[in-house]
């Protein structure tokens, strides 16, 4: 077993597909190749070791910027985290509602709440294309009618104008007397909550680090490395430029473990599986109608019955 483990790690630790080493490896050949130039100069005797430029740029302050950088990229992926599990569960919420409460009347009720349970999974989808900035796409068209498939595409925001639908939906059931005041209320706040996460996702996406921050990060970062083998050169000799390019591919690294994580909704490794959680709610809300409730409620002229 600890055999096994061992393996994975290193497995691990030497994977490239998923790494910010493709993104930095130029920077970091870069810095390498400077340091190597300095120790050459430092062999033909020119002044080139200067301890001094060790102040220039305290390794601690950059090292408080690098954990800032990091530390809110994360915070922003993790936000979007926690927005899309709530989505998820407000689609499940919403759907077996729907699904149990609302009341058949008439023959092709029941199509109509399946038509509307496909419309939560469209919602998802539609909101992760939204994110994505891509258009309304196959994903959705065999999630609703043609009809409103082809007004979707003419819509700014898919999403919400999905939302729209449900809500309509709800409400035409409550002045049909399938649903009671109490049940509608429920379900639009799942329905508004829905509406909330997207506004949510929105915001993180819509919200950037602020660029003066990172254009001063970069440029800290960039000075720090071209002035390291300045400060190494007279006690690692022609060592420095492989020091100095360790030493760049872990700054660099860092910030762009950061620049990879800040917009968690597109579609690299790092970002969230939003493709897969789609594809989870789309089996969940089929497996949901599959189900046959085991009490039905008809309301046949004012007067509720049920069937067991």
């Not at 630790?13 to 190749?33: K, N």
């Not at 950059?62 to 809110?72: A, E, I, P, S, Y």
Request: proline share 4%; net charge neutral.
């Amino acid at each position: 077993m600890k055999l096994a483990e061992t393996s994975k790690w290193l497995q691990i630790a030497f994977q490239l597909e998923g790494s910010v080493i493709q993104s930095i490896y130029r920077r970091v050949i870069g810095c390498g190749l400077f340091s190597f130039g300095i120790s050459i100069l430092y062999n033909l005797k020119l002044p080139v070791f200067q301890p001094i430029l060790a102040n220039v740029i305290p390794s601690i302050v950059l090292g408080l910027l690098l954990v800032f950088r990091t530390n809110t990229a994360y915070e922003r992926f993790w936000e979007g985290r926690k927005i899309w599990g709530n989505m998820v569960n407000d689609v499940r919420n919403l759907a077996r509602q729907i699904w149990v409460s609302i009341d058949e009347i008439s023959p092709e009720d029941k199509d109509k709440k399946i038509r509307v349970l496909r419309l939560l999974v469209a919602f998802a989808v539609a909101t992760k294309l939204h994110l994505r900035g891509k258009g309304v796409n196959k994903e959705l068209e065999e999630l609703m009618p043609i009809s409103k498939y082809l007004t979707l595409q003419t819509m700014n925001n898919p999403p919400l104008e999905i939302a729209f639908w449900i809500g309509d939906y709800l409400q035409i059931q409550y002045n049909r007397n399938c649903l009671n005041s109490y049940q509608l209320t429920t379900l639009q706040e799942l329905l508004n909550s829905l509406v909330d996460s997207l506004g949510a996702c929105e915001r993180i996406l819509k919200t950037p680090i602020p660029l003066a921050y990172a254009i001063h990060l970069k440029q800290l970062l960039l000075l720090y490395c071209l002035l390291l083998p300045f400060q190494l050169v007279e006690s690692l000799g022609w060592w420095t430029g492989i020091i100095a390019a360790l030493v760049s591919f872990t700054l660099f690294g860092i910030e762009a473990i950061g620049l990879e994580i800040e917009n968690p909704f597109g579609f690299d490794q790092n970002d969230l599986p939003l493709d897969t959680i789609c594809t989870t709610m789309k089996r969940n809300i089929e497996d949901l109608i599959s189900l046959t409730p085991s009490v039905h409620f008809r309301v046949e002229k004012g007067v509720v019955t049920s069937d067991q």
